[in-house]
């Protein structure tokens, strides 16, 4: 008989799968707008459902910023600058030589020239396989990490 005077209380019966992890992100009230757009076509009645599925089937596309490939592009476009600005003057210098000074001395000036201008050339060309190769490791880096499909997110009905 007690156990009959006893009420008994039920719970919640438990998900098979409970989502227990909250992710919180901000929106500008251009992004807002564009999002609430979006899930008004969606057609989907709640907007947590409207995030998985657009995670899940257009992806995520990580961005990884590399701190010594930005130095490096930084360093080579100063590089790129400094050679631009020889070859601007490359023309001045060689105006000036015969103009300012005797043929022999300006053609004495000019061989030293030619031997600088080659040693920059040859600088280049390092510049560029060096360059190259870096793209590739780098290359290789990024094809790795581009786009992860979310497959988890899709929901299971």
Request: proline share 1%; aromatic share 12%; charged share 35%.
């Amino acid at each position: 008989m007690e156990k009959q005077n006893k009420t008994i209380k039920r719970k919640r019966k438990p998900k098979a799968n409970p989502r227990k992890n909250k992710f919180v992100f901000q929106l500008d009230k251009y992004e807002k707008m564009e999002f609430e757009r979006q899930f008004e076509i969606s057609g989907f009645s709640t907007k947590a459902d409207f995030i998985r599925d657009a995670l899940s089937k257009r992806g995520v596309k990580i961005v990884i910023h590399y701190k010594s490939v930005t130095n490096f592009y930084i360093r080579l476009t100063s590089f790129h600058s400094q050679f631009r600005t020889i070859a601007m003057g490359y023309n001045q210098v060689l105006s000036h030589l015969f103009k300012y000074f005797s043929e022999r001395n300006a053609k004495l000036m000019l061989a030293k020239l030619e031997k600088q201008t080659i040693e920059l050339i040859r600088m280049q060309q390092e510049i560029r396989k060096a360059t190259s190769e870096f793209e590739r490791k780098m290359e290789d880096t990024y094809t790795e990490k581009k786009i992860i499909k979310m497959d988890f997110l899709k929901s299971k009905k």
